[in-house]
């Protein structure tokens, strides 16, 4: 999966980004919505296998996100598959994880916005879930922008996460293929 936008390239992983998603991963403010909060370097290399055998296997997954200006490794964005631990799933998710530094300079929508156009275009999907813990309002708010919408009737517990903990509720968002991707 390699997909440019005016800005970016989302590009399957490589050992050179290994060290500087580790740094992502380590930022207690970045992952504070996440469970578990923080991933070591050895989680992160675990993470980045399984995207590159998703992607492998799926032909879509959860890649790099690099500024073009300066060949910087700025997030992880991409597609994957959920089983049946999302209600109503399997679905396909996107998601989206950026360094600090590049929040609020429109990146993840710029990313998130071609990777649904792959998704439409590219992949022939026809609908394309995201999900967040329910406090998690910058994501919300991107899911929003991109014309995902949400129904509180499929609100759900994650239940990877402990009974207790702020980030159990969880939100589910959709969007659906448009009409003129068809």
């Given amino acids: 999966m390699f997909i440019e936008t005016p800005r970016l390239v989302l590009r399957p992983w490589a050992e050179r980004d290994i060290e500087a998603f580790a740094l992502v991963n380590?930022?207690?403010?970045?992952?504070?919505?996440?469970?578990?909060?923080?991933?070591t370097p050895a989680e992160t290399c675990t993470m980045l296998a399984e995207c590159d055998r998703h992607l492998q296997t799926h032909g879509f997954g959860f890649v790099a996100v690099e500024r073009k200006v300066d060949g910087a490794l700025i997030g992880g964005l991409?597609?994957?598959s959920t089983g049946d631990e999302i209600p109503g799933g399997p679905h396909v998710e996107i998601g989206w994880i950026l360094g600090r530094e590049h929040w609020r300079k429109g990146y993840a929508f710029e990313a998130a916005s071609a990777c649904l156009a792959h998704?439409?275009?590219?992949?022939?999907?026809?609908?394309?879930?995201?999900?967040?813990?329910?406090?998690?309002?910058?994501?919300?708010?991107?899911?929003?922008?991109?014309?995902?919408?949400s129904d509180p009737q499929e609100d759900f517990l994650d239940v990877t996460v402990p009974e207790g903990n702020p980030l159990r509720p969880h939100v589910l968002y959709r969007i659906d293929r448009p009409t003129q991707a068809i």
Avoid: H, K
Wanted: hydrophobic share 40%.
């Fill in 119 to 149: 998704a439409w275009s590219t992949l022939g999907l026809l609908q394309v879930i995201g999900y967040t813990s329910s406090i998690n309002t910058p994501s919300r708010a991107l899911m929003q922008r991109l014309g995902m919408r």
């Fill in 26 to 39: 380590a930022d207690p403010e970045v992952r504070r919505y996440y469970y578990p909060a923080i991933l």
């Fill in 78 to 80: 991409g597609l994957s």
